[in-house]
């Protein structure tokens, strides 16, 4: 008896783009989003909480469907990390791979499950209450059997999306977003495939293959799902597949194998759409792409077909939309460049995003003129970072960072031994070797052209930068140590600016103001606004102590009393001419 | 120039230098058999080996220590190795018992000569042992003071003569001369003793030390004479001993004709001070005599030039004659008027203390260690960080509790994030408030970490740290936006006990607000009460200054008086409604103001300018309010508190506006300490005090100070600032308009990944490497012309360099192989 547990195909999606005009009355809606699972109530979460004009469409009488058929086994294989030992909500999203994107904290998968690898029983259930507690405008058991193109000047990309339902509806959309999962099963073909069951269908029941040899095609995820199920009651169990069993922690991809559970992996030019680094699609403007389908950005490289990936590239898309559609500009916070360094070590320390998200979104600081001030923009798709000015509606004139978190050019590879010898790096000297996942930090002056993306060294995620950081790896993903991460972050972005970004207490700033023409930033942005930081008693000692700062108090004490001594005669009292200085010098060389 | 003796001495001395080729840096301590060993030996080539017994523990101290040795050794061409005596194939080398091993020098296959064990201790003795051999010929090991004056004889109008005294070979120090002698051992006659008779008979002091002179005997001409000696100064390491060496081969004076700022020579790059003397055409003679003998003083301690003022572009100030400018940077050349010599050398002496302590305590440092804390808040944040601090006082949020508590009572949130030093530096001061406050304040003082709550943080808007809310039942959480200290904070939370503005309901209320007696415990905080006076059915006016009151919170007192009998207060005060009067509790004084058609915004400012004072002392808390007007400051320094006197001198001036543009105000060293590190900067030395100094801070940077030989008077100060007004008086200093630059160079990560890939990642030629070795080098040789950094690049360049070099040696001396 075979099985077949390949059960992912090339998208279902039948696109055709017959141009016959719509017929009769048909309901007009902005956004249509095909789907109710995971991603599609993700995008309706943010396009409710905007406020848009959208419908949801599902096939099915509940939202979730997928998961109320797969996995077969009922048991996910995304963490539910409840306790992480933090109390940041957004770190937290690190190991909480199930939850949605909502204000609502309710809505978070550790009030659903305690199991570490939940129970797809309680993702239908999330699901359902995901959609009921925001009120998202879903339409159920509506299968869209149709899709053409209407072109028409008045719309927002030049032509309307026409969508027919199975009762022959029509509903027109000025934005299609396709979140319809790739739920076809890969058909094997074969001699002797006519006896290979599917994954969809295969029983999962283990009494079912009681002393049986059993042979499963294919060696990802659902075969190891079925495998295991069965393992206690089979005579033999034979795994066939065209690739190595490839495990997650070597290639730090969550759909290789985790624990020896999981996996796709075929080739994905069939599997995915062609979609661009924004998600929409080649084809079509205005026609996007979310979800599971929408991993061909970063296939095999990070987490965009899973939900702790989309919910971030669905928001993503989301603020891209928000800003072509409706002239809102991708939210960003503005703040004087004294805290630069903190702004970033803060994204680094608990942004989820970014770290699920590794290569794929990354945040962007665009500096203003002088430097003296920055935007801070969140989980941009890196890859458009070329198009960033007309995508975001924000301005990169005068010199840009990138943050990214990547792991080390050495670590990853389903040959390479992760554990291997002197993998970790404690240096800072030697940041840039660091094998788990650190932030990276890239400088450029200009924004980079399509060009400059498009041809990027090999291996590389952007073009090469005007300069790059490192922030050495750490274990716990902690990056705030004062002298092991900050301060080498401190340098790296002073000498990007060319500034001095050390802060300074309000006494220090006190005398650059009297006897300096210039202020470093810290003090200009903050002393000289009535805001200077002020020290303490204790912190003055050490800051004596440590020659940093100087104690003057006592300094007037050694002054004193060298004025004191008998043979001082005040020098600087007596104004004497250049010529007396000359008679003076020469008596004291008759004397010598 | 170093590399020039370098290199001709390298190839006298050390014909080949392979070794760096052979051994990466992490080769440890090869171990070969004895017959291997003696095959590996290179015709010039010196080698130390260490033979042992196979059997013998094989992480003795000595093998520790040899190991650690390796590196440094190979620095110096000189290769390591650990022999292995096996019982079948046994040299002569190889001792009969297992504890009599000995250490032999090889140069090619001769022997130099062998080290019992007992005196290779540590790496220092190591080295110090196995170059003193090799150099037996460059330095003179001499025991009496004979020795010392024949050697001294024969070098006299040749070259000139390094001598020191070590206390004992092997150690640290005397590893210092001989790296020394290495480099230098061809340009000077070096000459080491270990006999402390022989440092006394030459006349040292404090003979516990090692001791280096420098014997000025090239410039000798008569054998009689004797040659003139400088004492290194610094402690006996390679470093200094090489910075000490490079500044007695400069010149001993310059000349110079350009602007003193502008000047930059060896000394500068080394952490000295350079010393001008200003000369005129007329007296060149004489100053240029003077000069020499100020150079000849300040050997070792600064460098000397001869400033010819008639040929500057530059102004300076009249007259001045001598110009001081110090290694730092940033800091602007002074110009001094000094009587003699000798306050020229006690200048320099004084303003030298930094230095010498930051070269004693870094000799061991060698690169720029970009790694060392430079952020003073970061620092002593991160020393203190053990301190525990009384944290109990402040209830610390978490996001349930959050909304609860702000709405439940009056609180104060502190909003921090537990990594950041701003924050945490800070903190102490808001817990210093809390001690203050404790048990007297109806105020709850909270705070949240925002590293662990930041949506709590982001909700509340605050996405930058440290920040201070205050939150009020039925009112706008106010942000606080004054100075994060405890002074400030806690008058922030004192005065907003009561409403911003407050309204006062009798006429009877109203003379006790003005007169400071109805918020008495309040006054110390604000020393001015602001009233505004309006008829019960002037509702607009009375909104803009309600809005003017609440902009006001927390940093002045303000009232809002709106009865039908209000016509009395503004009859008893000249105010014409509506009005506002301004109390000042310090002298007592009501001043009223028509406030008709004014809109809030002009409100507040109305009060924040009455806010300031005539002639206020200045502090570090309120310059910043000063430093606005944009206006020179006419400041009067004081050790304590001003003298009544010249207070009224001042605020005459300024009442009868003969001050011009300038903002006058004091400083009291007492209460501002930092003050004399204004002085300092103005004047090099602290002057006597009092003392008016005028500050150009908004446009030139020049400083002027009143002449101290008059007194402060009225008169004196009008005419001085007449003159100064008309462009007569010089001004003692200019202000640095130093950019504040990055204090360190980052590491350069992308050159670093650049050097692994064997292809450059643009697709750039592969010389890219190789070009900016070149440049190193190009950069070395015009090193004297550039200011650069001090002693920590230098070393850096040293050691880059030696490797450039030796890396050319060795291809040189491979060729004829290749062609083989």
Redesign the interface.
Known sequence: MGLSAAFWAPLGLLLSLALHPALGTHTHRDYCVLGAGPAGLQMAAFLHRAGRDYQVFERAPAPGSFFTHYPRHRKLISINKRYTG?????FNLRHDWNSLLSHDPWLLFRHYSRAYFPDAGDMVRYLRDFANRLGLHVQYNTDIVHVTLEKDRRAWNGHYFILTNQKGQVYQCSVLLVATGLSVPNQVDFPGSEYAEGYESVSVDPEDFVGQNVLILGRGNSAFETAESILGVTNFIHMLSRSRVRLSWATHYVGDLRSLRLSSGSKFSKKYPLIRASYESKGSRGLFILGTASHSVDYRKSAGGFIHGFRYTVRAVHRLLEHRHHGIAWPC?E?PIT?LT?SI??RV??ASGLYQMFGVLADVILLKENATMFEYLEEFPMQMLAQLETLTGRMAKHGLFIINMEYGKNFSGPDKDVFFHDRSVGH??D??QSNFLHPVIYYYRHLPTEQEVRFR??H?PLP??T????IVEDFLTDW?A??GH???L???L??CL???L???????C??F?????????FCQQ???????????K???E??V??????D??T??QV??D??QQPDD??????????????Q???S??EE? | MMSSDFSVFSTEVFFVVICILYTSAEDPLPELSPQKYFSTLQPGKASLAYFCHADSPSTSVVLEQLNEAVRPLQDYGISVAKVNCAKEETSRYCGKEKDLMKAYLFRGNILLRDFPTDALFDVNAIVAHVLFALLFNEVKYITTLEDLQNIENTVKGKANMIFSYVRAIGTPEHRAVMEAAFVYGTTYQFVLTTEIGLLESIGSEEIEHAHLYFFHCKLVSDLTERCRRTLMGQPLTTLNIHAFVKIMKAPLLTEVAEDPQQVSTVHLQLGLPLVFIVSQKATYEAERRTAEWVAWRLLGKAGVLLLLRDSLEVNIPQHTNVVFKRAEKEVPVEFLVLPDIDSIISHVENNMHIEEAVESEDSDVEDPDMDIQDDEVAETVYRDRKRPLPLELTVELTEEMFNRTVTASDSIVLFYAGWQAVSMAFLQSYIDVAVKLKGMSAMLLTRINCADWSDVCTKQNVTEFPAVKMYKKGENPVSYAGMLGTEDLLKFIQLNRISCPVTITSIQEAEEYLNGELYEDLITYSSLSVLGLFSPTMTTAKEDFTEAGNHLKGCVLTGIYSEEDVWILANKYAAALPALLLARHKDGKIESIPLAGTHAQDIVQIITDALREAFPEITVENLPTYFRLQKPLLILFSDGSVNPQYRKAILTLAEEKRLGSFTPCWLNLKNTPVGRGILQAYFGLLPPLPLVVLVNLHSSGQVFAFPSDQSITEQNLALWLKKLEAGLENHITILSAQEWKPPLPAYDFLSMMDATTTQHPTGKAPGCVKETYAQEIEREQHEDKRAIRKEPAETLRIKHWNRNNWFKETEKSLRPHKEL
């Not at chain 1, 102590?545 to 100087?550: A, Q, T």
Request: hydrophobic share 30%; charged share 25%.
């Open positions: 933090r109390d940041n909500a957004e916070t703040h805290q903190n070590i803060r320390n608990e800072t000297e940041a840039w060294p090999a590389w090469r930068p300069a790059i950081h490192h705030t004062p002298v900050i301060l080498p401190r340098r790296f002073e000498n060319d500034t001095d050390r802060s300074f207490y309000a006494e220090s006190f005398l103001t009297l006897t300096r023409q210039k202020l470093p930033p903050g002393y000289l606004q009535m805001q200077g930081l002020v020290s303490t204790s912190l003055r050490h800051g102590e440590s020659r940093l700062l100087r003057y108090a300094m007037g002054l004193e060298s004025s005669h005040e020098p600087v009292r007596h104004t004497l001419a250049t010529g007396h200085l000359i003076s010098l020469d004291n060389k010598l």
